[in-house]
């Protein structure tokens, strides 16, 4: 069972498994490591992939920006 992470294959998640477990534990898995791994600012995914099939796709969601903030000419009250 492969791991992608971006896109690509990380060595440190491939395991060798029973074709009837790799399932769940494909899930479970990718449900552990994206908790594990902190947002950022742009969208990931993490996938499971056993046999040239992915089996598991969660994404990790990126940082939202907070532009209603002070300091902008727009959201400047003036008396």
């Known amino acids: 069972m492969y791991c992608l992470y971006y896109d690509e294959i990380v060595d440190a998640f491939f ?4 074709l009837e477990s790799s399932f769940e534990s494909g899930k ?3 449900q552990n490591i994206k908790h594990i791994i ?3 600012l742009h969208p990931m995914k993490v996938q499971s992939i056993v ?3 992915g089996i598991t796709r969660k994404d990790i969601y ?3 920006k907070n532009v209603t903030g002070m300091g902008y000419s727009d959201s400047l009250l003036t008396n």
Request: aromatic share 6%.
């Open 15 to 18: 395991l060798i498994l029973l």
């Open 28 to 30: 479970q898995n990718v």
């Open 62 to 64: 990126p940082w939202r």
């Open 51 to 53: 046999e040239n099939r």
């Open 38 to 40: 902190p947002q950022k």
